[in-house]
């Protein structure tokens, strides 16, 4: 089960403030869809935006985090006057999607943009904007894990130089055990939290960076 970052109360006003945002962003400043994506995702506003801070979801406007995502990461843009249309545009939509799926899927941004660049999103839009956001959210799932086939748990395991015979001597859990988490035949996030909690300890991470979304 995903733990979600922040209250489901806030999610709306958090897809208005991002789909503002990037429409600003693109639409009125001028900035590529990607570089403007870019310097969000490696932003300390985007990982206080993932988190709920109730500043950014809540307590700013489009175009006031769009300048600060600009200026924090000191992308050269040209200034004009906040613009919020009533008209939603295809990238006031991406925007707006994308902040859903970080939500939902409890990815960072980071992570997600990675993988589908923000101007991907953007393009999505006739064929998605129409459509309930679970089925852009399967799209994403599925561009995502067709990119990264290997599970979080493989990955982290890999990162932190250990073999499976390593991992299961450190964290007490059966190498048989680890072997079907990684061959994705044995379902991580429906494992005893007392196993989610010997893995993640050995490899100094939080049991939610080993499960599956």
């Not at 932003?43 to 935006?49: D, G, I, L, V």
């Given at each position: 089960m995903v733990i979600r970052a922040?209250?489901?109360?806030?999610?709306?006003?958090?897809?208005?403030?991002?789909?503002?945002?990037?429409?600003?962003?693109?639409?009125?400043?001028?900035?590529?869809?990607?570089?403007?994506?870019?310097?969000?995702?490696?932003?300390?506003?985007?990982?206080?935006?993932?988190?709920?801070?109730?500043?950014?979801?809540?307590?700013?406007?489009?175009?006031?985090?769009?300048?600060?995502?600009?200026?924090?990461?000191?992308?050269?843009?040209?200034?004009?006057?906040?613009?919020?249309?009533?008209?939603?545009?295809?990238?006031?939509?991406?925007?707006?999607?994308?902040?859903?799926?970080?939500?939902?899927?409890?990815?960072?941004?980071?992570?997600?943009?990675?993988?589908?660049p923000l101007s991907q999103i953007i393009q999505m839009y006739p064929v998605y904007h129409e459509m309930d956001v679970m089925q852009f959210v399967e799209q994403m799932d599925y561009l995502i894990h067709k990119a990264s086939p290997d599970t979080r748990l493989k990955v982290r395991r890999i990162n932190c130089g250990m073999s499976q015979s390593q991992l299961a001597s450190y964290s007490g859990v059966a190498i048989r055990q680890i072997q079907l988490f990684e061959q994705r035949q044995r379902d991580i996030n429906k494992a005893a939290a007392l196993t989610l909690l010997q893995l993640s300890r050995s490899l100094n991470c939080q049991m939610e960076d080993l499960m599956e979304y």
């Open positions: 922040y209250d489901e109360t806030y999610i709306t006003t958090a897809q208005n403030i991002l789909g503002h945002a990037v429409d600003f962003a693109v639409m009125s400043l001028t900035l590529d869809a990607d570089i403007f994506g870019n310097a969000f995702a490696v932003s300390a506003a985007s990982k206080q935006f993932g988190c709920g801070n109730p500043l950014y979801v809540a307590g700013m406007n489009g175009c006031e985090l769009a300048r600060e995502v600009l200026i924090e990461t000191h992308t050269p843009f040209t200034n004009a006057e906040d613009a919020m249309y009533l008209d939603k545009s295809a990238e006031y939509w991406g925007g707006w999607s994308l902040s859903f799926y970080q939500w939902y899927s409890g990815r960072s941004f980071m992570d997600i943009l990675m993988v589908v």
